[in-house]
């Protein structure tokens, strides 16, 4: 196995991902940008803050007309941290919005990769826009890019990036992390520009997905529908694949949360009151907690669905369990999101009236992100943990709610659909799409004697804790590559192989 000259010195890193961590629209009084939350951010800006380099995305900031921004006239907006860290907006009109990424990126994509194809729309005009907001990212990151630079591109914003990249000139390592699921190739047979996102990805050094079957996906489509030869091998969660423009590496890295943060919130006396208040304010119950971005995937409806059999199933249970369900909002702009949204508002309220009594609704339901502290307050208040999405990349509220678990009490209902059903040992797995499957695991999980609730919790914690975000990006990155690391490459333009480390990974 060969290791490219240099590998433990860290490159310069160039950060693309559709939006910043950073709102770079203008705040009243000059106030410096609000940060953005969630788990992509919360993942990345220490990994870039400990190497140094730009982070690429949306400013958040569109412009009324699209002439300015698609004639490149409309400067890139830069911002820099205490860390000197520079964070550059991608200008995008809002037209471009639009269609790149409510249309393409999110009527596309989103429901194809999760396995709802029915509900996909591939609009020709959609696909243009897509196109020409990726060159656009491409263009500016390479503005940044040193020769000696490590690009890094995440998620399905930005399929086509690396290929853009490739075409300007850029001969560096480039690496791309897909947050979603690969769909089977069946699936992904539906999509008209399959054959351009391929070669999109391809153009990359490493393609890396949370879990193995999402590798495997991709490789089954990369050599059905981009003629890939694939190495049936699988060394340290990585297969390579060997195509027209050189090798690209496929591998599976689950990625990970700040567990340290989330256990140091957890034992803060003023976070501890707040769950004992959450506790007494629900004074005789079992508390059930979900916590979920709008969206068709986390199955919400279902969940709704299945506590209400629950309640009719168990009449002495009414004053004795409580729901509480955070929904965050998402996408308002998207009419087939406010139309999920008022069914959700039904039906909580449909619930509540048919099986609430005096001082007791079955369901308490807030329609709003919650801070992390606040967030916190509840994992600790819980009971049982309901994290049942129909499909999910991977999904870090269950790991965040084991991290948060200093306690080693709580248990956990994950989906079997869910990536990271496979990293949660302890936790008991459902399919959300079997009521009865689900109504026994709740009635399970509330039965459940406290030393078994503490094995399972112990086992779950010792898993998250061993996989902290850190650990994730520093695979990806390579930083953990050692000798026995399988060489991954991209030929340069004079067909000069160049051998390069291939990160560490996990099945």
Same mark, same amino acid.
């Given at each position: 196995?060969?290791?490219?000259?240099?590998?433990?010195? #860290?490159?310069?890193?160039? &950060?693309?991902?559709? +939006?910043?961590?950073?709102?770079?629209?203008?705040?009243?009084?000059?106030?410096?940008?609000?940060?953005?939350?969630?788990?992509?951010?919360?993942?990345?800006?220490?990994?870039?803050?400990?190497?140094?380099?730009?982070?690429?995305?949306?400013?958040?900031?569109?412009?009324?007309?699209?002439?300015?921004?698609?004639?490149?006239?409309?400067?890139?907006?830069?911002?820099?941290?205490? !860390?000197?860290?520079?964070?550059?907006?991608?200008?995008?009109?809002?037209?471009?919005?639009?269609?790149? %990424?409510?249309?393409?990126?999110?009527?596309?994509?989103?429901?194809?990769?999760?396995?709802?194809?029915?509900?996909?729309?591939?609009?020709?005009?959609?696909?243009?826009?897509?196109?020409?907001?990726?060159?656009?990212?491409?263009?500016?990151?390479?503005?940044?890019?040193?020769?000696?630079?490590?690009?890094?591109?995440?998620?399905?914003?930005?399929?086509?990036?690396?290929?853009?990249? #490739?075409?300007?000139?850029?001969?560096?390592?480039?690496?791309?992390?897909?947050?979603?699921?690969?769909?089977?190739?069946?699936?992904?047979?539906?999509?008209?520009?399959?054959?351009?996102?391929?070669?999109?990805?391809? !153009?990359?050094?490493?393609?890396?997905?949370? $879990?193995?079957? %999402?590798?495997?996906?991709?490789?089954?489509?990369?050599?059905?529908?981009?003629?890939?030869?694939?190495?049936?091998?699988?060394?340290?969660?990585?297969?390579?694949?060997?195509?027209?423009?050189?090798?690209?590496?496929?591998?599976?890295?689950?990625?990970?949360?700040?567990?340290?943060?989330?256990?140091?919130?957890?034992?803060?006396?003023?976070? $501890?009151?707040?769950?004992?208040?959450?506790?007494?304010?629900?004074?005789?119950?079992?508390?059930?907690?979900?916590?979920?971005?709008?969206?068709?995937?986390?199955?919400?409806?279902?969940?709704?669905?299945?506590?209400?059999?629950?309640?009719?199933?168990?009449?002495? +249970?009414?004053?004795?369990?409580?729901?509480?369900?955070?929904? &965050?909002?998402?996408?308002?702009? $998207?009419?087939?999101?406010?139309?999920?949204?008022?069914?959700?508002?039904?039906?909580?309220?449909?619930?509540?009236?048919?099986?609430?009594?005096?001082?007791?609704?079955?369901?308490?339901?807030?329609?709003?992100?919650?801070?992390?502290?606040?967030? $916190?307050?509840?994992?600790?208040?819980?009971?049982?943990?309901?994290?049942?999405?129909?499909?999910?990349?991977?999904?870090?509220?269950?790991?965040?709610?084991?991290?948060?678990?200093?306690?080693?009490?709580?248990?956990?209902?994950?989906?079997?659909?869910?990536?990271?059903?496979?990293?949660?040992?302890?936790?008991?797995?459902?399919?959300?799409?079997?009521?009865?499957?689900?109504?026994?695991?709740?009635? #399970?999980?509330?039965?459940?004697?406290?030393?078994?609730?503490?094995?399972?919790?112990?086992?779950?914690?010792?898993?998250?804790?061993?996989?902290?975000?850190?650990?994730?990006?520093? #695979?990806?990155?390579?930083?953990?590559?050692?000798?026995? !690391?399988?060489?991954?490459?991209?030929?340069?333009?004079?067909?000069?192989?160049?051998? +390069?480390?291939?990160?560490?990974?996990?099945?």
């Amino acid at each position: 196995m060969v290791i490219a000259a240099g590998a433990g010195r #860290r490159a310069p890193l160039v &950060v693309i991902s559709n +939006r910043l961590p950073y709102d770079l629209r203008p705040r009243p009084g000059g106030r410096p940008p609000k940060r953005n939350v969630g788990g992509l951010v919360n993942a990345l800006e220490p990994v870039l803050a400990a190497r140094g380099g730009s982070w690429i995305g949306w400013d958040g900031a569109s412009l009324p007309g699209a002439a300015a921004v698609e004639a490149g006239l409309a400067d890139p907006v830069v911002f820099r941290t205490s !860390a000197e860290i520079e964070f550059r907006g991608v200008p995008l009109s809002e037209r471009e919005v639009g269609l790149y %990424y409510h249309g393409f990126s999110n009527r596309a994509l989103w429901p194809l990769f999760h396995d709802f194809p029915g509900k996909a729309i591939f609009a020709p005009e959609d696909f243009t826009a897509y196109r020409r907001v990726n060159r656009r990212f491409a263009e500016v990151a390479l503005a940044r890019a040193t020769p000696g630079s490590r690009v890094w591109v995440h998620d399905y914003h930005l399929m086509l990036v690396p290929g853009f990249l #490739r075409e300007l000139g850029f001969r560096g390592r480039i690496d791309f992390f897909l947050h979603t699921p690969f769909p089977p190739a069946e699936i992904f047979r539906a999509l008209p520009s399959r054959e351009e996102l391929l070669r999109g990805l391809l !153009a990359s050094d490493g393609v890396a997905f949370h $879990v193995g079957l %999402y590798r495997n996906n991709f490789a089954d489509s990369a050599r059905t529908f981009a003629g890939a030869e694939v190495d049936l091998a699988v060394h340290d969660g990585a297969t390579s694949l060997r195509h027209a423009r050189g090798d690209t590496v496929a591998a599976s890295i689950p990625i990970g949360i700040d567990v340290h943060d989330f256990e140091r919130i957890a034992r803060l006396p003023d976070v $501890v009151a707040w769950g004992r208040r959450l506790r007494d304010a629900h004074r005789n119950c079992k508390i059930l907690f979900s916590a979920d971005r709008l969206d068709y995937t986390k199955g919400i409806k279902e969940r709704l669905a299945v506590l209400e059999r629950f309640l009719a199933a168990h009449p002495e +249970r009414a004053g004795h369990v409580v729901l509480i369900q955070i929904v &965050v909002p998402s996408r308002h702009q $998207v009419e087939e999101y406010r139309v999920m949204k008022r069914e959700i508002d039904r039906e909580v309220g449909r619930i509540n009236g048919e099986y609430g009594r005096e001082g007791w609704v079955p369901i308490h339901y807030r329609y709003r992100a919650l801070d992390r502290k606040e967030l $916190v307050a509840h994992y600790l208040a819980a009971d049982v943990a309901l994290i049942t999405p129909l499909r999910d990349g991977m999904n870090l509220v269950a790991p965040e709610f084991a991290a948060s678990r200093v306690d080693e009490d709580g248990v956990l209902l994950v989906s079997e659909f869910a990536g990271i059903a496979e990293r949660s040992p302890g936790a008991i797995l459902v399919n959300p799409y079997d009521v009865d499957g689900s109504l026994a695991a709740i009635d #399970r999980a509330l039965a459940m004697d406290p030393g078994e609730r503490r094995d399972r919790m112990v086992a779950l914690r010792e898993r998250v804790r061993s996989n902290p975000a850190s650990r994730w990006a520093a #695979r990806c990155l390579g930083d953990l590559a050692s000798e026995s !690391a399988p060489a991954v490459s991209n030929p340069a333009p004079a067909r000069t192989r160049v051998v +390069r480390t291939l990160p560490r990974a996990e099945p």
